[in-house]
């Protein structure tokens, strides 16, 4: 089983390019096969929660070309319409972003037939949300055998529908049924992170009606059908932000580029108020630190709020500051797993419901720790670079599903980390970096 090995102390210093939005690029590599006609689709990030889905849209026998390693073609125009539009194997049970399968056959088909999500352990995750809004386009649903989920409808109507919980999933969702269903849907209480507005941008560029993605109402006019496209993913807020916290826990100086500082803005506020300094220029921001960081007090909320998946790498970095900082995660209750592995490496964390007190402590120590999901693996590496001594990180397949070449982009700020394959690779590894 591949695994990272670290050795900690370096401060990271160069510059960095962030790849494409992975959570953009689900919603629209799902939407291009709301045409029959070709979309090329460029900066899709190479991770694999991104190519188990482009498997997934091949399988429904629509046709997918990867152009170069970060352009892909995809065309709707090959799947046969019918009552077969299955989406399920073995990979994408694992990943969340396959119901976006869900709203995109819908609209385009009136009928899916989905395996059900999976995606990180990070809390209970339900879809209520997505089946209340396809139910209220005029669609009927169930989970049948096998553990998958068939949505159906002879017509798709537009509708008003005000989302109890801010959900970037199901406002997605909700979009690509509703883009080609007759007359106008309102979504209220929509999720307005900058994905939202990017799977919003790209179906515009297909012919669709869409205004007010990124505010919290967001309308549709339904239109008969779209065309195809060429559209360039954003680039990704999270995988930034994980570079500007690493920057500044390793007492570093980074140039991060291809980034869009207003999304980062939450980021950049608390690395500010810790002590780091954080520059933006047009399409990059430089972070800098001399290591010696301050607490403070930190709440998830959806956008332009502090991000959720940002929670862990800023808890790694706030447990190594000068006094306490607490952090409340108001979106997923399971996302606080990385604490019992942060405390192999001398953290001093206590979890109480919501909320992780911090104690600063000077030092961690390297230890031999396990990602228990996507961000809070990319947490870990954070803390290992920023350990005594040598760490080990097993289960990197999750920090794989969302983070390309994230070692090589880690070495090249000259952060010592390897992934091996075995206890022989590991050891020439340990041997050749002393
Ligand atoms: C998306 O998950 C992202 N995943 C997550 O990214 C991210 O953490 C999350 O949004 C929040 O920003 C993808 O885009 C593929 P939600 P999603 O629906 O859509 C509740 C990462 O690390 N809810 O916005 O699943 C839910 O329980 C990941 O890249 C319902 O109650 O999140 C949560 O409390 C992990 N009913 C809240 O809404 C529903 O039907 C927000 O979840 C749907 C959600």
């Not at 409808?153 to 109890?164: C, K, Q, S, V």
């Not at 502090?306 to 447990?319: C, G, H, K, S, Y």
Request: hydrophobic share 40%.
């Amino acid at each position: 089983m591949e695994k990272y090995v670290i050795k900690g102390g370096n401060r990271l210093e160069g510059e960095v390019t962030i790849a494409g939005a992975k959570n953009a690029a689900l919603g629209i590599l799902a939407a291009a096969v709301l045409t029959d006609e070709e979309c090329i689709i460029e900066n899709v990030p190479s991770v694999k929660d991104t190519r188990v889905l482009l498997a997934a849209i091949e399988n429904t026998g629509a046709t997918v070309k990867y152009i170069d390693n970060h352009t892909v073609s995809i065309c709707g125009g090959t799947i046969q319409n019918g009552q077969e539009l299955t989406v399920d194997d073995e990979n994408i049970r694992k990943i969340r972003a396959g119901y976006y399968m869900l709203g995109a056959l819908l609209g385009k088909y009136h009928y899916a037939n989905v395996a059900l999500p999976g995606g990180c352990d990070i809390g209970a995750r339900p879809i209520d949300l997505h089946t209340k809004g396809f139910e209220l386009l005029g669609a009927q649903w169930e989970i049948v055998k096998g553990g998958k989920i068939v949505v159906q409808a002879d017509r798709l109507i537009g509708t008003h529908i005000y989302m109890d919980t801010v959900s970037v999933g199901a406002t997605i969702n909700i979009m690509l049924a509703a883009v080609l269903a007759e007359g106008k849907t309102t979504i209220e209480n929509a999720a307005k992170e900058p994905h939202i507005v990017d799977v919003a941008n790209f179906l515009n560029s297909m012919g669709a009606n869409i205004k007010g993605a990124g505010t919290d109402v967001i309308r549709i006019r339904g239109v008969e059908r779209l065309k195809g496209t060429e559209y360039s993913i954003i680039p990704d807020q999270i995988e930034a932000g994980t570079f500007m916290v690493m920057a500044a826990a390793t007492g570093g100086n980074v140039l991060i580029k291809n980034v869009i500082p207003k999304h980062l803005e939450a980021i950049s506020a608390k690395l500010n108020e810790i002590g780091a300094h954080v520059i933006e220029y047009d399409d990059s921001v430089r972070v800098m630190s001399d290591g010696r960081l301050k607490s403070t007090h930190i709440k998830t909320l959806p956008y332009p709020g502090f991000p959720t998946d940002m929670q862990p790498q800023m808890a790694v970095t706030l447990a190594l500051s000068e006094g306490t900082s607490v952090i409340t995660e108001s979106i997923f209750e399971n996302r606080f797993r990385y604490v019992r592995e942060l405390e192999h490496m001398g953290a001093r964390i206590r979890v109480d419901g919501n909320t992780a007190m911090i104690t600063g402590v000077e030092s961690y120590k390297g230890a031999n720790l396990i990602a228990p999901d996507l961000r809070a693996g990319a947490a870990l590496v954070i803390a290992a670079l920023s350990a005594d001594g040598f760490s080990t990180i097993e289960d990197i397949r999750y920090i794989l599903r969302g983070y390309e070449d994230f070692d090589g982009k880690i070495r090249a700020l000259g952060g010592i980390i390897e992934m091996v394959d075995n206890e022989r690779e590991e050891q020439k590894f340990r041997l050749k970096v002393g």
